[in-house]
């Protein structure tokens, strides 16, 4: 089994390269340090990359006998979530936000991994919530590349690894 240990940081297009392989991943294993895969054609790799490295659709890694492989950001059942206006879709984005949900910010739109409990949550702020497959890719966060990986927590898991003391209800500041 080879290994992947690195994502070329370069421009797609700025050198000729050439791709010797794909691996196709959804976004919750695509924000993995560590982890086992399968290439599309088959072959296991081991994924060892440093810690809070996301990989994204579009990167290349490199392989430990020297290929380059192309991440492909597998589709996955996503929350589509629209508000009647820019001003309810905010509002929507806050409450998500507020609860650490990864989130995929578009033009009048927002995505977010299948949960039910959230689905009932947005329906209750008024938005249209539609299931969709597509591949998901959220922000990275405030916090992405400094070391801190508040941007990628999970849904379901609000544990952090760390202490921080900021209240989840109420963000008000009293002079």
């Known amino acids: 089994m080879v290994d992947i240990k690195h994502k070329l940081k370069i421009v797609r297009g700025a050198y000729k390269i050439e791709i010797k392989g794909q691996l196709e991943l959804p976004f919750e294993t695509r924000q993995k340090s560590r982890f086992k895969a399968t290439l599309v054609s088959g072959e296991e790799v081991g994924i060892m990359l440093p810690r809070g490295e996301i990989l994204r659709g ?79 890719e959220p922000e990275a966060g405030a916090y992405a590349g400094a070391g801190h990986e508040h941007g990628v927590a999970k849904i379901h898991d609000h544990h952090h690894d760390h202490d921080h003391d900021h209240d989840h209800c109420d963000h008000a500041h009293k002079n």
Do not use: C, K, W
């Not at 430990?64 to 589709?75: K, N, W």
């Open 58 to 136: 579009g990167d290349l890694v490199t392989t430990s006998d020297g290929r380059i492989i192309e991440v492909i950001a597998q589709p996955e059942q996503v929350l589509h979530v629209e508000g009647e206006s820019a001003a309810a879709l905010a509002r929507i984005a806050y409450h998500l936000g507020n609860r650490h949900v990864a989130v995929e910010i578009g033009d009048g739109y927002l995505q977010l991994s299948d949960d039910h409990v959230l689905e009932r949550m947005l329906e209750g702020l008024g938005a249209t919530v539609t299931r969709i497959t597509v591949p998901f």
